[in-house]
């Protein structure tokens, strides 16, 4: 394991942006169990159009793209406070 230092776009907790070392842009740092949620999520997806439960599959996916705008509306939004281009 190695310590860097950090900056630290927004409070230090769930999905918090940070710049690491050596990088132009700031990224989200998403804590492991929001990842196995996410991931969750998508293999929900899968398996609701696999099924053919194009409704099922709509609503979850429905969410899952409202989760993943919220982090990236705090993520435009941190970087917009500080001055910061977005990399997109």
Same mark, same amino acid.
């Given at each position: 394991?190695?310590?860097?230092? *950090?900056?630290?776009? @927004? #409070?230090?907790?769930? #999905?918090?942006?940070?710049?690491?070392?050596?990088?132009?842009?700031?990224?989200?740092? /998403? %804590?492991?169990? @929001?990842l196995?949620?996410?991931?969750?999520? /998508? *293999?929900?997806?899968?398996?609701?159009?696999?099924?053919?439960?194009?409704?099922?599959?709509?609503?979850? *996916?429905?969410?899952? %793209?409202?989760?993943?705008?919220?982090?990236? %509306?705090?993520?435009t #939004?941190?970087?917009? *406070?500080?001055?910061?281009?977005?990399p997109?």
């Amino acid at each position: 394991m190695e310590r860097v230092e *950090a900056e630290l776009f @927004t #409070d230090g907790g769930n #999905d918090a942006v940070v710049r690491l070392p050596g990088r132009r842009f700031p990224g989200v740092l /998403v %804590q492991g169990d @929001t990842l196995r949620i996410l991931s969750a999520d /998508v *293999a929900e997806l899968v398996e609701l159009c696999a099924a053919g439960d194009l409704e099922e599959a709509r609503q979850a *996916a429905s969410l899952l %793209q409202e989760e993943l705008g919220a982090k990236l %509306q705090r993520y435009t #939004d941190a970087l917009d *406070a500080h001055g910061e281009r977005h990399p997109f």
